[in-house]
């Protein structure tokens, strides 16, 4: 993905590792949008970093999608970059069938919202011959965390998803990639003071330098992230998913 030049929207833009991608993406001197649901957040971003813009946008609402495509292909025909960013995550309690609601909004907005997105994007960029699609994924897509099954069964699909997606732009000058985040300290999830996750700066650090080093990486996999990742290939899976199981709640 080259990281200059490019017109961006940032889903889930207003916060977390969206917004730190924003930033970095915006300190290039390309164009970005920040997509988030909350109107206030999202001026009060545009007004700490003239020059970004911003769309109401919430991916599980099929009618804010469509108008949010609207606005952006309106507004800057040139978009040639889509991130998939915006998620939830939530921890379940499977034994009462309580959590039923929330898995399906972690659905709604992990799965289908993608779906939503790029049902519209890949077409308009099929169109100009050009664009990008990045999906952010999650360490747990590989390994999954029991305490918050259907995220991480969200983001098994986001990687399926775009390996799938990959080999059908193929010849199509769409790039897909996938970026795969280790627990990030940020409030998703309620991390941002957990001592076991990555700091936000030092995972857009590598993040930004990978992207920089290696513009037709297909995944983004920052080394906190890699174990989760090989797990399968160096047979650390089974260890790696009891140590998982332990896990508490920040």
């Known amino acids: 993905m080259q990281i ?7 889903t889930g833009g207003t916060a977390g590792i969206g917004l730190g991608l924003a930033q970095r993406l915006h300190a290039l001197r390309n164009t970005v949008v920040v997509a988030g649901r909350r109107k206030q957040l999202l001026d009060e971003i545009v007004e700490r970093h003239p020059g970004m813009a911003a769309v109401e946008l919430d991916v599980a609402d099929p009618v804010s999608v469509q108008a949010a495509f609207a606005d952006v292909t309106t507004r800057f025909p040139q978009v040639d970059v889509l991130v998939n960013n915006a998620g939830i995550a939530l921890y379940e309690e499977l ?23 790029n049902s519209l994007f890949v077409p308009y ?109 160096t047979g650390t899976y089974d260890g790696f998913l009891q140590a998982l199981a332990g896990f508490t709640t920040p």
């Open 4 to 10: 200059t030049g490019r017109t961006i929207l940032i």
């Open 95 to 117: 034994r009462t069938g309580e959590s039923l609601p929330g898995a399906l909004d972690v659905v709604s907005t992990n799965v289908v919202g993608p779906l939503r997105m």
């Open 125 to 233: 960029f099929a169109a100009r011959g050009t664009g990008t699609i990045v999906n952010t994924g999650s360490g747990l897509g590989f390994v999954p965390l029991p305490a918050s099954p259907t995220y991480s069964a969200s983001k098994a699909f986001v990687h399926s998803y775009s390996e799938s997606l990959r080999i059908q732009l193929k010849n199509s000058g769409i790039d897909v990639v996938e970026i795969v985040p280790p627990a990030v300290r940020t409030t998703f999830g309620g991390q941002e003071n957990d001592e076991r996750s990555m700091p936000l700066d030092e995972f857009l650090d590598e993040v930004m330098t990978i992207l920089r080093d290696d513009p037709s990486a297909e995944q983004v996999v920052v080394e906190r992230a890699k174990p989760f990742v090989t797990a399968q290939a």
